[in-house]
């Protein structure tokens, strides 16, 4: 008799996890179906001091003595950071893009520093910017999600984007448009 | 004075053998149950500090007050751009967000167009 109870109980023990795990793949499910298709869509960003060169890089973008070409201005404010953040972190494509740098922009160090680590961006060149001060003093940049694109260390271009992949496809048209081979430009 | 003294039977005290059967697999059962809880749950990746999205922001606290007190003293305000078109300012007033929400000390807003 005590064995079948015991063994009802293993069962229901066994049954509920199932449960509890379709529950949760349910969840799962019901959520991305939720959400919203990302836009593609890259625009100019408005205000931004094209053509100046920043004084000082800070230290975490520099890599080998170079400035990254381009930067993303990220926040841990911004909703759609997040999603930016999960692009490159998720995608092995955006994974290798080498001469990018990240800003964070964020209120207090201890938020940046938690937005990197909690979105797994650490391996990128970048800056944990309280108060934004630096890409607004520099830029005069306090948006997000947004990029700057550089040629030869000046701001040429600034965009607002939600996809990475449509944020790269935009700036390979625009270096084509100046008539310079994209593997070319760094070394011109 | 009698002894009691009784003699010990060879086989009497051992276990029958369903049982230490029995034993073996219930041990096996939960030894499995054990493993396989912290595999699955001994390595999940901390939780972070918890945000709340409003619009494009992502704010520490429900939103309280209004943008102009927000600015009124030590924050952070940063704008950002909604998936549909439109911008937010998304503003954060006072103490780091992992000290929690305090009334007028530490509280979040944000505002769109």
Redesign the interface.
């Known amino acids: 008799m005590l064995?079948v109870l015991?063994f009802a109980v293993?069962i229901l023990a066994v049954g509920m996890v199932v449960l509890f795990a379709m529950f949760g793949e349910l969840s799962a499910r019901v959520a991305q179906a939720g959400t919203?298709p990302?836009?593609t869509e890259v625009a100019p960003l408005e205000g931004a001091r094209l053509g100046c060169v920043p004084d000082t890089w800070p230290a975490g973008l520099v890599t080998a003595g170079e400035a990254p070409s381009v930067l993303l201005v990220l926040?841990?404010?911004?909703?759609?950071?997040?999603d930016i953040a999960e692009q490159l972190r998720d995608s092995p494509v955006e994974a290798e893009w080498d001469d990018m740098g990240i800003v964070i922009?964020?209120?207090?160090q201890?938020?940046g520093d938690?937005f990197v680590?909690?979105n797994k961006i650490g391996r990128f060149p970048h800056h944990v910017d309280v108060?934004?001060s630096w890409v607004i003093s520099q830029f005069d940049v306090?948006?997000?999600?947004s990029a700057l694109v550089f040629e030869d260390g000046q701001l040429a271009a600034a965009y607002?984007f939600?996809d990475v992949a449509a944020l790269r496809a935009k700036i390979t048209e625009a270096s084509a448009q100046l008539g310079l081979p994209q593997q070319d430009r760094e070394t011109v | 004075m009698k002894l009691m003294n009784k003699q010990r039977i060879p086989g009497e005290d051992a276990e029958p053998r369903s049982h230490v059967a029995r034993r073996r697999f219930l041990g096996v059962v939960g030894g499995g149950g054990l493993a396989t809880a912290t595999t699955v749950f001994g390595f999940a990746s901390p939780a972070s500090a918890a945000t709340l999205p409003y619009a494009c922001c992502h704010l520490c606290c429900p939103p309280t007050w209004n943008l102009a007190t927000c600015e009124s003293g030590f924050h952070y305000v940063w704008q950002c751009a909604k998936t549909g078109g439109g911008t937010c300012q998304c503003c954060e007033h006072g103490s780091p967000c992992q000290d929690g929400c305090s009334g007028k000390l530490h509280f979040s807003t944000y505002r769109c167009s």
Not at chain 1, 75 to 82: I, K, P, Q, V
């Open positions: 064995v015991g293993l919203r990302r836009s926040s841990s404010a911004c909703g759609s950071c997040l922009s964020t209120s207090h201890e938020t938690e680590a909690g108060g934004g306090n948006f997000s999600p607002i939600h």
